[in-house]
Every structure is written in structure tokens, then in C-alpha cells.
């Protein structure tokens, strides 16, 4: 399959509830997330536990986009521009603007990077 049939999945499986499904099956173990602030979060572990804590954090998902999806297959790049629109416990509803750029190797990913906005 293509990085970008690949990436179409991933974003698939977040749009139907199964997002951690899909970071089981195309992360890598040593994969490096830089989250909107520049954080890097090193490791499969710590990035579960960090996209654990999000979904925990959710009591509803209000409405999701894909945007658009890019892929440079020779490169094994892919980007992607996506919106949700999510209310936290405690009731604070947020619409999460949001491109992630992932490189790939040997069919996961290794390094994705999140540049995004937050609207209340």
C-alpha cells in the first residue's frame, strides 16, 4: 500500500472512533511526535500514553474533516490538513485546526510533526 493509502487509513480510523487502532498498526516503535508547541515527544510508549490522555480527556466528538491529504511517495512524506470539533470534560467545546506532516520508513511512521490553531 502507498504512504498515502496508508495515511488515508490512519485518518479513517480517527474519523471512526479507532484512532489508537491505527497507531498500533503504522507508528513505529522509535517514532518522534512534535506537537504545536515544539515539544518531542521520543517513543512509542510515551506517544501512546499522550494520545491515551487525549482521548480520556474527550466527552465528545462533535464533527471531524479531512481537508486534504498530500503524499510525495518517492520521498515516503505525507501531509495532512484536518479540523474536530470536540467537547472536554468539564464542558469546554473546542474546534482543533490542525496540519500534521509524517515521514515514513519501512511502512510507519517515524517522525510527525502538528502545526495547528484552537478556537473556543
Sequence with gaps: MSVKGKIED???????GTALDAFEKYYADNVTMILE???????KDANRKRE????????????MEVV???????????AVESWMDVTFKGGNRMKLEQVATQDWEDGKIVRERFYGTQQN
Excluded at 68 to 78: D, F, K, L, S, V
Design 10 to 16: 490512519v485518518y479513517q480510523h480517527v474519523q471512526n
Design 37 to 43: 508547541d515544539g515539544t518531542a515527544v521520543e517513543g
Design 52 to 63: 491515551n490522555e487525549f482521548f480520556d480527556s474527550v466527552e465528545s466528538f462533535n464533527g
Design 68 to 78: 486534504g491529504i498530500t503524499a510525495n511517495e518517492e520521498t515516503e512524506q505525507t
